[in-house]
């Protein structure tokens, strides 16, 4: 008898658990793989309402991706914005072995939180800020640029399609370098105090121990950032979208029209869902093959194999 109640006891905490676990279940079918599942389904039919009616096209949506100047355009767009934004990387990891200098006490915590303060402004904000900044007349940047050229600099960084990658760039970089610099200085300090001791006993200086103990024990954190930082870079819309002056066109000149904002535009503005569809399916297998071809060259399928 009292097993019986011992089990049922046990079974009832377990279902409990399950509960949880089944909400979650549901939640991530309905949210995650029913919409990805209905969009490999779209990219193949030619449709512009959302149901599982329209004709079934084949690959023709792909085709016609292929062969479109706007879409080839932002594809390029996309990826010179993801690889602009890769100077986070470098830039956080010198901003962490700067802070790292200075020892754990209330300074190197007074410029930590205030680098990454940046990270937690809105997207909207930032690009309001930045329309001040990058200005092209009266622009703080241009003036700055005024004073140390002696000559008057009047750059349309963000209304000028020559120079708004840069201008978006300049955008992204200050907002997500503090977020860049938090991850390195925390894989930096969790590298073991004894290698740098034993280095400093052998002779090595800083700048040595820096090269050959720091840099190559941050490799880890260096293939984390530069996926979690491409993946941003490749789904970036907002920031853009609002200097488009909330236009998904890429203004100015279709030169910040990324490949989300081609798929936005032809979920919403147009509407075309197979199109869409197709377009996020290459975003999809794009993003997939450059985390994989990463995963591989930092060598983490050889140490999960080992």
Known sequence: MKDKKTFKLRLKREMQWYSFLIVSIIALVLLTYIPMLTTIKYSFYNTRILSFGGEFDGITNYKVLMGNKAFIQ?????????????????????????????????????????????????????????????????????????????????????????????????????????????????????????????????????????????????????????????????????DLFIIGGNSATGRPGGSLQTLLMYIYQYSFEYPQYGMASAGAMILFVLTFAITMVNLKMTGFFKKNND
């Open 74 to 238: 932002s594809l390029g767009n996309t990826f010179i914005l993801a690889l602009l934004s890769l100077l986070q990387i470098p830039i956080g990891f010198i901003l962490a072995s700067l802070i790292n200098g200075l020892g754990r006490g209330k300074l190197q915590s007074f410029f930590r939180v205030s680098y990454y303060l940046p990270n937690i402004i809105t997207g909207v904000s930032v690009v309001l800020i930045f329309q001040v900044v990058l200005k092209e007349n009266g622009g703080l940047l241009n003036d700055l640029l005024s004073f140390l050229t002696g000559h008057k600099v009047t750059i349309g960084w963000l209304s000028d399609a020559r120079y708004s990658r840069f201008g978006a760039t300049i955008l992204n970089v200050w907002q997500n370098t503090g977020y860049a610099m938090l991850i390195n200085l925390a894989s930096m300090q969790s590298i073991p105090t004894e290698i740098y001791e034993a280095a400093e006993v052998d002779g090595a200086n800083s700048l040595k121990r820096w090269f050959y103990i720091t840099i190559p024990n941050m490799k880890t954190c260096f293939a984390f950032l530069f996926i979690t930082t491409i993946i941003n870079g490749l789904s970036r819309f907002t």
